[in-house]
Structure formats: C-alpha cells, structure tokens
C-alpha cells in the first residue's frame, strides 16, 4: 500500500508544470481590482549618479537586478503590490535610439539584457533576475515582466525569417518605431510556427525566473489565435499567470498596413485578463467623457463569462508627466482616482514623486554610447527607456508623494466597498466637474462621494451636486479637499480650485 502511495506522489508530480510558481496569486488580485501596479525600468530604477549630472557615466553604476532589491521596502511602503518590470531582454545597438539602446528593441527572446546585471556579482544573469523577483516575493510584491511586441534590427540580420518584408523584400519598419521591425506572426489562418516558438521561448524564460505575469506591448498587432495559443501554453504552466494586454478602446488600426490588428474586445476574448482602457485621455475629457468611460467599463467587464478587469492608465511610461501637462494638482487627482475606482490602479516610477522627467543633457551629443546612436535620444516628460539615465523620482514633490501615499492607504482601509460597490453618477450643473458616489448594497450602506474639477485654469464656485435621498440628517467625513462642501436640501454645494478633487465618506 505504501509503495502504491509513493507510486501515485511520484507520478503527480511528474505532472506538475515544470515551472509553475506555487506562490503566485497575481492573477486572482488582479481580477479582483485588487492589484496596485507600478512599472519600473530596471535600467534606472536604482541607478547612483554620484556626480548629479542626471546621466550615468561609464565609471556610475546605472540600475541592475540587485541594486534594484534595495527599493523594495520603499515600494512596498507606498501601497505598491505588483511591478510591471518593463523588457529585460537585450536591446538592439544597431539602427538605435538612445545611447543604450530602446528596452522594446528586443534582439533576443530568451535571454537576459546584460546593461541589468551587476558586474561586481558572482552570480550568472538568469540568478540575479531569479534572485530580484524571489525578494519581491518576500515582501507580498507581484512581478510582471514585459513582452516587446517587435524586433530590433539586429534580430532581424540575424533571423530574417522572423520578420515581415514588403515586396522588394524590405523589413517594415511600424509607425515611427525606426528602431524595430516588424515580426511575422502570421494571421488566423496560418500562424508562423517560427515566431511561436521564440514567443514560447520567452514564455519559458519568464517563468523559470520566477515571475507572475506578462504584459503584451501593443498586444493589438498580433492574431486572436497566436495569443490564444500563447496563453494556453502559459496557464497549463502555471494557471495563475496574468496576462495583460496592452490595448485601448481608442485604438482603431494598427501601426503598419502589413500589421494584423486584434481589438482590445477580442484580446479579452483570447484570454487575457485585462487591459488598458483610454484612461490617459483625463487630461482633455470634460467630466461626461470621464464618466461615460467608467460606465463603459463596467459594462464591458461584465459581458464576459470569465472574470476580465481593466488598469486604470492615467499615467504610464508612454505619457508625458501630469506634472508637465496640468501641474501638480493633476497628479494628486490621478492618485486619488486610483485610490476610490474599482479597478487595478496603474502608475509609473517617479510619479508618486511628481517627476517632471526634463534631463538636462536631452537629445545633445553623448560623449559615451553603447549603440551607433551617438545622441541622448528623449521623450521629453516622458520616463527614459533609452539611456542609462538617473533614477526617477530622485527629486520629490513632498505635495504630490504624500497625497499618493494618504490615496493608496486609503484604498487599502475601504478596498471591499471600493470594489464591491455600486458606482452612481451624480448630477452637477458644470460641464467641468465630475461627480460620483460609490455605495454598498445593504440597509446602511457606507458611501464614498468623488468630486473633481477637470477646468486646470478656473476655480469653480458653488458648485451643486445632487444626491438622490440626501436627508439633512447627513454626515460628512471629509477626507481628501479644502473642506467648503456644504449640505443643504437634498444637495451639496462645494468650490472646487483648479484641478481640485475633493473626497469624502457620507452617512445619511
């Protein structure tokens, strides 16, 4: 009988998922909004300009695996429970942007970009990621890693066949993205067994590194059944794996003619869990825009069979800070929007702290390059993908850091009404100003009122908002504002300053 028992263990075993992560539960707090994410570039995470100059010279250490675990007790402070590690694959030298290349121009699939790996450890570059994501995991902190959804150059010279060319049989360059080229994925008819399999390949690699999810980058320009097959082979690894798919509502066509192109609609079809909503459209909505979008969310999260969520992409790598476009109030509203919605909350090393991402030496002339770009290539106010640049957020705005940390706590102590309510839309008399309340479902409900003023330039004075059975009894905790809101016959009445939110919990 023993030997039996021993018999079935071994054969159970046997059967396991080679990699599966026994601690992962990314994709069930994802599900449930319950996800606060932050995406990190590895490359300049932890990186220690000693001199102040903003770039890290060749005798600076620029950030790398194990410096990186040095910040996880900050992040974790902050409310931050998962990290979207953007590409930690090789980047492409040739044709490049930037003196160390873009992390999306990926020349491999399943190996590690060496620019992460501290030189001073003994330990081989798969070990120094392994080691990264196993103190994350110390700490309650998930990690996504990304999935460039091109190839460099470089990759292209050296396996043409992963590419699509054009009729005189020319790599396609996407978009303005000069730095990749095109991969051929194929279509719903006929997939390339080729890219499949590098996809696979990087599959693999993420999970034997120990991580919890991936993030498909421009997840759009690839066919419903390349991902449906991706993620199959992922899940039957490790059922708890997240997929994300970088895609929008607002995306119409793909990057290039020759690119197929998968709606966000359907990539949730295909099995990923979410995706990204046009949330970072807040800094030209007028309030209906804003509501109309949450609205559209919940319906579209519950026309699925499965479970699906969205992340709340108000600011992210590929944005110009909030700082730059409505100042620092726009940052503190974004915060507190992530802290009272009920989706996952998304945001982008430096934000909490309100970097401005301006770098001194910016598209000049660079003494030092690692690629035949002799340029500091910049996105102006956006996060550095392309040089071994300072660490973000090194320059705090203690305004906008300490809103952040008071928004994520928030969210914390109230995360089951916050998730499990019901949203209401409330009635304002200004095109400018939103208005919500999110209530639980129940006798004495707990409640939570959200207003906020999208006009960056004008105060907004009393401002009426009606609330449907609002009794003169009510009592107002005011927990995030300048305090004016007032109650009087089934209305509140508040002044809002420029790009004010005010927060506050009611009983009545």
């Known amino acids: 009988m023993k030997k039996a028992a021993i018999i079935l263990s071994v054969a159970a075993a046997l059967t396991l998922p080679c990699f599966a992560n026994e601690a992962n539960n990314l994709r ?125 150059y470089d990759l292209f010279l050296k396996q043409p066949e ?45 999970l034997e590194l120990g991580a919890d999810g991936i993030r498909a980058d421009v997840a759009t320009i690839k066919p419903y059944k390349f991902w449906e097959e991706i993620i199959k082979y992922t899940r039957e690894k490790d059922p708890e794996f997240l997929f994300l798919a970088e895609a929008s509502d607002s995306w119409r066509e793909p990057p290039s003619k020759y690119a197929e192109f998968t709606p966000y609609n359907e990539l949730l079809k295909a099995g990923f869990d979410g995706y990204y909503g046009s949330f970072f459209m807040l800094k030209e909505w007028n309030a209906n825009d804003f509501i109309e979008h949450i609205k559209f969310n919940n319906k579209l999260l519950k026309s699925y069979s499965e479970p699906k969520s969205v992340i709340m992409s108000f600011t992210t790598h590929d944005e110009v800070s909030p700082v730059i476009i409505h100042g620092a109030d726009f940052s503190v509203m974004i915060s507190w929007l992530e802290a009272v919605l009920p989706y996952n909350p998304y945001s982008v090393d430096g934000f ?13 002339k660079a003494e030092y390059t690692q690629t035949d770009d002799d340029f500091y290539f910049v996105h102006r106010g956006k996060l ?88 003169k009894k009510a009592v107002v905790e005011l927990i995030q504002g300048d305090g004016s809101l007032i109650i009087h016959k089934r209305k509140l009445t508040t002044s809002l300053t420029p790009g004010e939110i005010e927060v506050s919990k009611i009983d009545y």
């Open 28 to 152: 069930t707090l994802f599900l449930n909004n319950q996800s606060n994410i932050m995406g990190i570039n590895i490359r300049t995470f932890n990186a220690k300009d000693i001199n102040g100059n903003e770039i890290i010279d060749d005798d600076e250490e620029s950030g790398n695996f194990i410096n990186a675990i040095e910040r996880l007790d900050e992040i974790k402070s902050m409310g931050i429970n998962t990290l979207h590690v953007l590409p930690i694959t090789p980047t492409g030298k040739l044709k490049a942007l930037g003196t160390a290349g873009s992390l999306y121009a990926m020349s491999s699939f399943d190996t590690i970009n060496d620019q992460l790996v501290d030189k001073k450890s003994d330990l081989p570059s798969k070990e120094q990621a392994k080691l990264f994501i196993k103190e994350c995991h110390k700490r309650g902190i998930r990690v996504i890693i990304d999935l460039p959804s091109c190839g460099a």
């Open 162 to 206: 992963l590419f699509i060319k054009d009729e005189k049989n020319i790599s396609i360059v996407p978009t303005d993205w000069t730095d990749v080229r095109l991969l051929n994925t194929g279509n719903n008819d006929k997939l390339n067994s080729d890219v499949m399999n590098a996809h696979k390949k990087f599959v693999d690699m993420v």
């Open 352 to 364: 909490p702290q309100g970097d401005e991402y301006i770098y001194p030496w910016a598209n000049n």
């Open 384 to 471: 550095d993908i392309f040089n071994f640049s300072r660490r973000p957020g090194i320059h705090a705005n203690s305004y906008v850091l300490e809103n952040f940390k008071r928004a994520y706590k928030f969210r914390a102590d109230n995360i089951d009404l916050i998730t499990n309510g019901e949203f209401t839309q409330l009635k304002t008399d200004d095109d400018k100003i939103f208005a919500f309340m999110i209530s639980e479902k129940c006798k004495n409900p707990r409640r939570i009122i959200v207003l906020g003023n999208l006009d960056f330039k004008n105060t907004k004075d009393n401002v009426v908002i009606k609330i449907p059975k609002l009794n």
